[in-house]
């Protein structure tokens, strides 16, 4: 399986071998009725990944959706990915602010 890789907060095509920690990533549903938001995961296993946005799926009640299901956006917010990595409480502002950061990044 090839991995298209691009630019820092570009889509990726697939991504269906994951070979390393995807936690703290973006990533958009490619199916159901979230089709296109973009969310952050914040915990995977071995099938599938668990995707929050901070609003209507908060960290308290992530989103389960399969591994293909879902395309990988290639940005990762530095301080939340700080936190991920030192097992400090992570919180819906913190999601939120990610996303806002990468959607005025990608804008400009």
Known sequence: MNIRLTERGKLVDRFENWNSNF???LAKPKAGHD???IFVIIKEDSEYVYLVNGKNRTVDNPKKKKKKHIQLIKYNED?????????????????KRTIKIYNTVKEI
């Not at 939340?80 to 502002?93: R, S």
């Open 79 to 95: 301080s939340l990915i700080h936190k991920i990595k030192t097992n400090q409480k992570i919180i819906n502002e913190d999601i």
């Open 23 to 25: 936690i703290g990533s």
């Open 35 to 37: 089709k296109g938001e």
